[in-house]
């Protein structure tokens, strides 16, 4: 998690490149891409306009509260390129620690997919896809692959921030290499899979940077919605003009029509500035967050959909508990003594390097210190594989295997052995206390049961809670059998769960429950997962993930924490929440500020209508830019707000209804009325 | 007060106490099942069919539905405007009243078709009894059904799921008027004969005055009396909230309203439809709870200002007050208040809360002058018809939009809770916030452009009857009312000139049409999504939180535009009633 972003990033130094930005920003080109602040724009133009023509005609007074309102207009407009250019820069920074890893670099291109071939040096930005590259100790991964052989280890904190070197290797789940990190010993013959510049991290940088993003489903309807609501009041004060020129023509005889600098001052309190110049903001800081949380979105609408979902198929392994299982008890069977099993267990275990075969050789060696700690010579080593389900070691006479119950049954039953009647029992004992059950088998004997327990994370069943309370159900994916997937289900707390699961079976069930309209998220790394990654709504893949996997998800977890699952739908929901709280604040603002502007403006004609200045303001043209104030100093106010995000609270939809409408609704409606006045005392004060 | 709050609440109690197994009973009309009316009624709905030419099984998706719909609607107004036109041609003209001029025929078919019932004309030196019964009673049920139509493929829109089709209109159009506004007006009408309302082709009686008067040379010996079909016409101009009026003074007219019964009565019936869709929606979309938090809504913004109206209409006139007439709330008084324009027998608070009703929903009838209301309780019926049809609203569009408003209220809850927004189980997309905004945001550009046109032309000034901020009053109203297709009068406004039939004629044109085929278009893209299961992560809609939501969503998109407009009319009226009450009471006070 310590994502190389310089630590002033989300102070104060970038606020004058920011304020220079939005300087720039002021160009029609820039402005026009926003509606509601265009209308701000021109309408700051337009006063500019009546400035010098009433200085011209010499009507310097006029001028010099209509230029007041025209400096605020301009500031409103100020502010709204800040935010987004603060936004923006902060975007930069990090693209810019990225970026440093990008520097140029030469690669080794093989001529055939052989670590011996003919060697050429090129650059590495030249490479294709397709394209065999040799990477050796020292060297810096030019571009992403797949390793088609060899082994290494691999800095990857250049993109992970994490410090420990990670194990690529050919075949397998482990394969896919990212451009940016450093082998640190042996070498990989890698085959290059992505179009120069179209890197992962190209990708990054560029989503970041990138300031012509595509607006996300949710931003178009909200912002339909503001252009509806401009559009109308720009019709509401138009209108005003005409009825303020009946009331002071037919209707009164007295006052003076509505002046246009007025109109202008009303028609920029009433549209939705506030929201209008956040947006853009926030949903670049939403993308912002996420890559804090390092993990990186193809797209905006994959953060909003997180926040839309209702299932999380959640992998057991690594989300639910550590990622190992370890050995805590041998379960003997028939003659066989405890101490034998142990042996055995150890034995065939000694060439395993994952850390359940570690936890069982060590487990052995309590009970027979005398386990040798290296297999004789002429061992033959017997790997696990996905259709065997069992590994072990073949010995001289002996072949030692150790694996699933139902494997090593249909393994000593083709070896002619029979299978002892109270193994079901012990199995069916061991799973129930949602352990594993190992079986150990010496030729066509079956010996005993190695016990593994599964060590459900700390803190998880309160997260699962929490969602639970936000609507959203978690389902634990597992190879295990149904009793021991029922017995951590339940110790986990999750809703449900889906035992025996094969990448067939996943996919099924995540069309099953998007049949029913729910949406679906789920965290996937192998290249099985990669059609149900690309079927689930939020597909997060893990960056040590194969490439094809990485290909299928919609977001890449640099840190391969699959729990960050839970962290990506707060993020989509607090995007949200932070829009609609926003458009709720900038819409209830309109009622002070007509309290504010329309007796000012029809007090000269109805001097009854006095007793709407329910504020006490000062004057009418107090009363206006005081109004125009206000709505100009809340965007600076909020922008804070809109770059770290409403907080957000995992709780029922009615209760985060409910707090937001009384934050963001009343408060909205309050504090303009606040505000104004104290603008209005300011502005008093000489 | 007490006696407003007493009637209030037992107007509200007998509306819904009657609405709820109405309601039920038309929720299984609209879905096509058998009734208890069906033996009756069954072969009557089949020779329509037959007839027609219908095929009641084949449905509709939402660009045929609203293709009949816009087809029904111009056949009527053409029908209705050769009758209007033709009427010395036609039988049944017994005062040979003449053809109604081109500008007034077109505006009132525009009105009758639209069911807004604006009327430029008098009805009883108008029309006679053919074009009452067979153009403007034919559309005051047909109108009132197209309502129904227009908000039951809304309704169908989020009940369906993964289809497009949204019903047959001609089946929608021809139960709503068999099954239940027949057989109620049939009622109702019956009723109302009895409390006196009469029904008769003749067109007058004379009567011979006791006292006869000279009027220059001629003396006057007897009144003409204007007869006609009235009862049958008052039952469906109330219960199908139309609002024209038979007679010109609508129900202040003894023959249209002759008790203080059949005023209760009336009042009960401009809400009941209204809320008997409420109660049918509930079945129909089997959402019982949302239904409830509705009409919660409505009532929050019904009864509040149903009160202020009455309390103004009570508080003593203060320009009256400062010349020692008496205005308490007395029996002798006929219960005190604001009396000017209002019959002894209605009353100040029976004239307030019949007024509200009538601007709550569209029917638009009044049973007193509203021109002559004190400002304020004017403004009530102003700022009822702003918020655009909600607040019970026009049968089947009230709740119609009300229900657009709800899209909408969702939409900004739904994202303030993280999530794409849902509606009866439906996710609420760009294309439903562009058709809902189009829906809500039409009317207050097509009143406020409209009254700024009529302001600004010599023409549209030239009409008003009334100086100072009353003027500019009486100008929005006759605006908005049209806008919103009420089709109540301010008065004091001469309507009846080119402009203003071309003007109001433009504007309950837009005001149906652009409001509500948006919403049709909405229903048929809801009806092709999947239905959203139901979770604790949506945000619910049935709780007091969604009630003021969709509370504040009203005011603040819906009634907000208004503000500046009602500030410049009934605000200053009232402003100005003041300081010059004021002033006159500082004037005498300094008098020896």
Redesign the interface.
Known sequence: MSRAVPADAHGWTLVRPALLDSLRKLHPRGQVRNPVMFVVYVGAWFLLALVVRDLATGRASLAGFTAAIDLWLWLTCLFANLAEALAERQGKAQAASLRATRQEVRAKRLAAPRHDAAREEVAGADLRPGEIILIEAGDVIPSDGEAIEGVASVDESAVTGESAPVIREAGGDKSAVTAGTTVLSDWLVVRVTSEPGATFIDRMIHMVESTTRRKT??E???G??LV??T???L??T??????????VH???HSGQVIGLTVLVALLVCLIPTTIGGLLPAIGIAGIIRLMRHNVVATSGRAI?AA??V?VLLLDKTGTITYGNRRASAFHPVGRTSPAELAEIAGLSSLADDTPEGKSIVELARKSVPSLASALPPGATLIPFTAETRMSGVDLDREHLRKGASDAIRAHVERSGGAWPEEMDGIIHKIAAAGCTPLVVARDARALGVVELRDVVKSGIRERFARF??????TVMVTGDNPLTAATIAAEAGVDDYLAEAKPETKLARIRAYQK???MVAMTGDGTNDAPALAQADVGLCMASGTQAAREAANMVDLDSNPTKLLEIVEI??????T???L??FS??N??AK?FAI?PAA?VA?????G??NIMGLSSPAHAVLAAIIFNALVIPLLIPLALRGVR?RAT???R???R??WI??LGGLVFPFVGIKLIDLLLTLH | MTTALFLLFSILALTFLLALPLGLYAARVFAGERVWTSPLLAPLERAVYRLAGVDPANEMDWKKYATSLLLFNFAGFLFLYLILRLQPLLPLDPLHLGAVPPGSAFNTAVSFVTNTNWQDYAGETTLGPLAQMLGLTVQNFLSAAVGVTLLLPLVRGFVRHETDRLGNYWVDLTRTVLYILLPLSLVFALVLVAQGVPDTLTALVRAHLVFPFHEGAHLVRHQAIALGPVASQEAIKILGNNGGGFFNVNSAHPFENPTALTNALETVAMLLLPATLLVAFARLARAPGTAVALVIATLLFFIPLALLSAHEELSPNPRIAVLSVAQHPSPRLAGGGNLVGVDDRIGAVGCALFATAATATSTGAANCAYDSMMPLAGGVNLFLMQLGEVVFGGIGTGLASLLAFAVFAVFLGGLMVGRTPEFLGKKIETFEMKMVSLSILVMPLVVLVGTAVAVLSPAGRASVGNPGPHGFSEILYALTSPGNNNGSAFGGLDAATRFYNILTGVAMLLGRYWVYLPLLAMAGSLARKRTVPVGAGTLPTHTLTFVVLLAGSILLIGALNFLPALVLGPGADQALLMTRAAHAALVRRAAP
């Open positions: 489903p949710n178009i309807a909200l339909i919605l509806v609501l559009l109308v009041f019709v509401v138009a209108t005003l003009y005409a009825f303020s020129w009946y009331a037919t209707a009164a909003e926040g839309d209702d639970r309370t936000m609507g959203i159900q029913d309209g729910y989509g929901k607090q995007l949200l929440i829009r609609g709280a458009t709720t819409v209830a309109d009622v007509y329309l029809f004609v109805y001097p009854g209508l007793v709407l957000f029922s939809a009615t985060l209804l409910r937001n409408l963001y609704g």
